[in-house]
């Protein structure tokens, strides 16, 4: 028998994101995983670790990076997003494939991480669309 919750996600500004019906199982393996892929700020690039320091891109609820002041970013940092989002993507599919669960839900389970872990400074956009700094 496989247990399974419900729980709400909110954002950092406690906004709720999305509800979702989950295997403990399958939540463990998804913290786990995202924990081991997302764990620590040396999993982005320095490019984009300067760029969250400087509030030009940040995290998303939606799992993905986004740019919270384009006109800032050149075209080597887009790239390095893009290259970052679909890394992040792929990660997410798998995931999401071996959990029986959409790419959606392992996203927003990951953003929460992600977003929980932003520094002093450095923003995220919330449920809302709005960019907010830490």
């Not at 995983?33 to 760029?51: H, K």
Request: hydrophobic fraction near 45%; aromatic fraction near 6%; include cysteine.
């Amino acid at each position: 028998m496989i247990l399974s919750q419900t729980i709400q996600i909110f954002s950092r500004d406690g906004i709720g994101l999305m509800t979702i019906r989950y295997s403990i199982i399958a939540l463990i393996s998804l913290g786990l995983a995202g924990l081991f892929v997302f764990g620590g700020a040396d999993a982005a690039s320095p490019a984009i670790e300067r760029a969250k320091d400087q509030c030009i891109v940040g995290e998303q609820v939606d799992g993905y990076l986004g740019f919270a002041d384009p006109s800032r970013a050149d075209d080597a940092l887009r790239r390095e997003v893009r290259d970052t989002n679909q890394q992040r993507k792929s990660v997410y599919a798998d995931l999401a494939r071996r959990e029986g669960v959409t790419i959606e839900v392992t996203a927003a389970l990951a953003a929460e991480k992600l977003i929980a872990q932003s520094h002093a400074g450095e923003c995220y956009r919330n449920s809302a669309g709005r960019w907010v700094r830490v």
